[in-house]
């Protein structure tokens, strides 16, 4: 079993409320956030310097997409539809109403752009017309999370019902659904080689499933006191973390799902409160984590 030293490197402040979601930005050193005061933000892991704003809109923003080759982010305005953000010269290029209801998610796969929305919607935008391909409302309650599997051709959808469903991802006919938790699904990824769906939600457990076999249950791990907001692989894909709303990061290994580390306020001057959102850089392997307490966090993680 791996065994890691965690160094808290740096504090970036400068959002006003919660900070929601992170994206990586085009240099590996370079990534994104957003939060309640609706500004996106750029920072750099080398400077560790104040933040660059990017843009600024009316309302909150949960869910952020960065669009690598295009150079641009699409960000999931509360009640507002998506904006799409040249980050180079910072302003908004585009926008799309998508209906009248918070968006939790945005992930994309070639020309695809995939939405999740507080109506139970899920909405797919052609990224080069940017305009909207499909629309259809899969669930009484909210659509949280979305993650691709691009070797299956498949993305799966996490809602509030409780459900995971999983979807071909050119037609969207539904393949598989799956009574996954106890409640809200909040955060959903594939594997990095495609082969499990790891799942996390409000009711506080970690679930593996085989996408190789039906998506039937392999693993499941009362991972976190309180609902998990997020999961993230590390570069080289043998290690994944999870955040949750009782404050803390918790590495794991992948492949025998064992608990390997607990970072939090006590042992590491974590978060004092919820963590939202994770991102694992190809930086030096600094994992960056963003919390309710209006700051990020980056992280040194040597594994021994």
């Not at 085009?26 to 309640?36: I, V």
């Not at 409640?183 to 769906?197: E, I, Q, R, T, W």
């Not at 039906?214 to 973390?241: C, G, M, Q, R, W």
Request: aromatic share 10%; hydrophobic share 40%; charged share 20%.
């Amino acid at each position: 079993m791996s065994k890691i030293q965690v160094t808290k490197l740096h504090t970036f402040q400068g959002h006003r409320d919660c900070v929601y979601t992170l994206q990586p930005g085009n240099e590996p050193h370079l990534f994104f956030s957003a939060g309640g005061d609706g500004m996106v933000v750029c920072w750099n892991l080398q400077e560790k310097s104040d933040g660059e704003l990017i843009a600024r809109v009316p309302h909150s923003i949960y869910a952020l997409h960065h669009l690598a080759h295009q150079r641009h982010l699409v960000a999931g305005q509360n009640y507002s539809g998506i904006h799409l953000i040249d980050y180079q010269n910072k302003k908004e290029i585009a926008s799309l109403q998508l209906g009248n209801s918070a968006i939790f998610d945005i992930q994309s796969s070639q020309n695809k752009l995939i939405v999740c929305s507080g109506n139970g919607m899920l909405t797919v935008v052609d990224i080069e017309k940017w305009s909207i391909q499909k629309q259809v409302i899969l669930s009484e309650r909210s659509a949280r999370s979305v993650s691709v599997n691009p070797f299956a051709g498949e993305i799966a959808v996490g809602f509030s019902d409780h459900q995971i469903r999983v979807f071909d991802l050119d037609s969207l006919q539904e393949k598989v659904k799956i009574k996954a938790h106890n409640n809200s699904v909040f955060a959903l990824s594939y594997s990095p080689d495609g082969k499990f769906l790891l799942s996390g939600a409000r009711d506080a457990k970690l679930k593996v499933w085989s996408a190789e076999r039906d998506y039937t249950l392999v693993e499941e791990i009362a991972a976190h006191l309180y609902a998990i907001n997020h999961i993230v692989f590390s570069p080289d894909s043998k290690f994944f973390a999870t955040c949750s709303m009782d404050k803390s990061i918790k590495v794991w290994d992948y492949g025998n799902w064992q608990l390997l580390k607990v970072i939090d306020k006590s042992r590491h001057a974590g978060h004092g409160t919820s963590v939202n959102k994770l991102l694992w850089t190809p930086f030096n392997n600094q994992l960056v984590s963003a919390s309710d307490d209006r700051t990020i966090s980056a992280w040194d993680l040597l594994f021994l």
